[in-house]
């Protein structure tokens, strides 16, 4: 048996009505938050190995949040926890990953 840590990357997309930051709201604003801080509990756990975006709000920016877990559907129960992804404000695909090189 495999008992190897595995890797994930899960990418978050807006939902288009987020794009304009006009329509942002104290809801979103503290989903944010809210989705910052249990990363960095996750970082705290040895869960997390990165977390960022892109620049910008508009169709073509993501987020990314890489993983350490012992299995893909603790990964996947991660990122459908995540705040912003059941909250509804970002739509998030999980892929396997392996982290080659880092600085």
Known sequence: MDNRK???????????ELYDVNNWTDREEKIVHRHFKELQELLKEGKLI??????????KAFGIVILE????????AIMKSDPEVAEGIMKAELFP???ALMK
């Open 6 to 16: 595995k890797q994930f990357i899960y990418v978050l997309k807006l939902i288009p």
């Open 50 to 59: 990165l977390a960022g975006k892109t620049e910008g709000n508009d169709e």
């Open 97 to 99: 990953y392996r982290v």
């Open 69 to 76: 877990t012992d299995s893909e559907e603790e990964a996947l």
